[in-house]
Every structure is written in structure tokens, then in C-alpha cells.
């Protein structure tokens, strides 16, 4: 499995921005979606993750209400929406996929991962 994430930009504290990761190469299943990020000098966290079709989503404590997960099956495709965002939220936003059908937010569980995308928020 390819992914492919595109989105990041830089925006100030209260903006938006819209995260897509296209999926490729897959294999059929029910693939799973997760996003992670990762800030600078810390670790990888989990952001949120939605299972295939998407009846099943987990958001971090921090982005509840504020990001928001979705995906398009008949596109491959998962967003997230990111709102109301703060500095905090600066990081390089990686999706990732997996095929174990479990909600997990292990990044351990995930064995397909893209290249990430950039998110700055300025106060």
C-alpha cells in the first residue's frame, strides 16, 4: 500500500486545513486509516484513526471537536479536517493504514505509512 498525504500548509491559530491521504496498491479488505503526527523533539502521537467503512472513529483527546476524520472508499481516500487550530497542533501529519480491522491508535499496528505533510500554526 502507497499513501500519498497532501494538505499542510502554514496558517494562524483559529484557521483550517484539510488533510488528504490517497491510498494505492491496495489489496482489498478492510483497510483501516489513522492519522499521526509528529512535532518537533517529540514522539509520534496519535491524531485519530476510522475504520473501514467508517463506521467505527477515535480522536486523540486534544483534536476532539476541533479535527475531524473521513474517508472515500470509492476513492481510496482518507481527510482530515483540521479546525480551530493552535500552535500546539504544529507537527508533520503522517497517514498510515493497516489491515489488522481493529480502531487501534498503536502506530505499532500499522504497517503502511506515507510521507507526511506539514501543519504550522502561528499565534
Known amino acids: 500500500v502507497q499513501l500519498q498525504a497532501s494538505g499542510g500548509g502554514s496558517v494562524q491559530a483559529g484557521g483550517s486545513l484539510r488533510l488528504s491521504c490517497a491510498a494505492s496498491?491496495?489489496?482489498?479488505?478492510?483497510?483501516?486509516m489513522g492519522w499521526f503526527r509528529q512535532a518537533p523533539g517529540k514522539e509520534r502521537e496519535f491524531v485519530s484513526v476510522?475504520?473501514?467503512?467508517?463506521?467505527?472513529?477515535l480522536y486523540e483527546d486534544s483534536v476532539k471537536g476541533r479535527f475531524t476524520i473521513s474517508r472515500d472508499n470509492a476513492e481510496n481516500t482518507v481527510y482530515l479536517q483540521l479546525n480551530s487550530l493552535k500552535p500546539g497542533d504544529t507537527a508533520v501529519y503522517h497517514c498510515?493504514?493497516?489491515?489488522?480491522?481493529?480502531?487501534?491508535?498503536?502506530?505499532?499496528?500499522?504497517?503502511?505509512w506515507g510521507q507526511g505533510t506539514l501543519v504550522t500554526v502561528s499565534s
Open positions: 496498491g491496495l489489496t482489498g479488505g478492510r483497510i483501516v
Open positions: 476510522i475504520t473501514w467503512p467508517g463506521d467505527s472513529i
Open positions: 498510515a493504514a493497516q489491515y489488522l480491522g481493529t480502531c487501534s491508535y498503536y502506530g505499532m499496528d500499522f504497517g503502511s
